[in-house]
């Protein structure tokens, strides 16, 4: 098996109102067939015209908006081509997770069906907010994983790569079609869970806690909040009795801290 390099890439930082900063934590995977991606924060196209984020988001998240932080730069400035990103896997199509899609135009970009269905139609006034059609608007090379294939560690999972193995974990709740994504590394697994939750805290398996604002946050813009809650304590249960899975969020600051220092890879 291919040996992976992680790097964590922070590609849309934010300063919520009412909430501690927020990173978007982005995965850079260098695999024996190319690069893999793990979402993508937000594009060049962003950071050159911020009105594609929306007003609304603009004044709540309050996006931190500089072309050395999109993922494309990020990647260019570790060395790599830009160009060998071969697979981009989202965790779902929110604005900050899929803004830099288009950076990468020639990758395959693996999604769950719920997700897509929700992001192409549109249907609601949340789905309206929070996905952007311009930012797929030059049409990606869609992969979209409709079925589960695999169990991984308890968890239905569809497999998106093999060495390394790299997996799609449906957890629907912040979004129908939200999914967490499964890395596998010579000695354990990593597991980016997405806006699965926001704080650390949060999966503490004996106190758990979240500071108010980001409680706020995530219950207003979660598609299902009651199914959010089932699924965060599925994570809770998976870190008290799994020790080979890392579990990190795409938006807390100290666990995107942690692993950069445990790999000596990270920019932000």
Do not use: K, N
């Amino acid at each position: 098996m291919h040996r992976p390099t992680v790097h964590h890439l922070d590609c849309a930082p934010m300063r919520p109102l009412g909430g501690p900063p927020l990173v978007a934590h982005c995965l850079l995977v260098v695999t024996g067939g190319g690069l893999l991606l793990v979402d993508t924060g937000f594009g060049s196209a962003d950071v050159a015209d911020p009105r594609r984020l929306g007003g609304m988001f603009r004044r709540s998240m309050r996006p931190g908006l500089a072309p050395e932080r999109t993922a494309v730069r990020q990647i260019a400035a570790l060395g790599y081509d830009p160009a060998d990103v071969r697979d981009i896997v989202l965790t779902h199509l929110d604005l900050d997770h899929a803004g830099g899609l288009a950076d990468f135009p020639g990758a395959r970009v693996h999604i769950m069906a719920d997700e897509y269905r929700a992001a192409m139609r549109r249907e609601t006034r949340s789905d309206i907010s929070r996905y952007r059609p311009a930012q797929w608007a030059h049409g990606p090379r869609w992969v979209v994983h409709d079925t589960a294939d695999t169990d991984w560690h308890g968890f239905a999972a569809s497999r998106v790569l093999r060495s390394p193995d790299v997996l799609l974990v449906p957890l629907p709740g912040h979004t129908r079609g939200h999914a967490a994504v499964a890395v596998q590394q010579p000695e354990r697994w990593l597991l980016h869970a997405g806006d699965a939750y926001y704080f650390h805290g949060e999966t503490d398996t004996r106190r758990p806690r979240c500071p108010r604002g980001l409680s706020l946050i995530q219950r207003m813009v979660a598609d299902d909040h009651r199914l959010r809650l089932a699924q965060l304590e599925r994570l809770r249960e998976l870190r008290r009795t799994d020790g080979v899975v890392r579990i990190f969020s795409a938006h807390d600051t100290r666990e995107f801290t942690a692993l950069g220092e445990e790999t000596g890879r990270t920019l932000h």
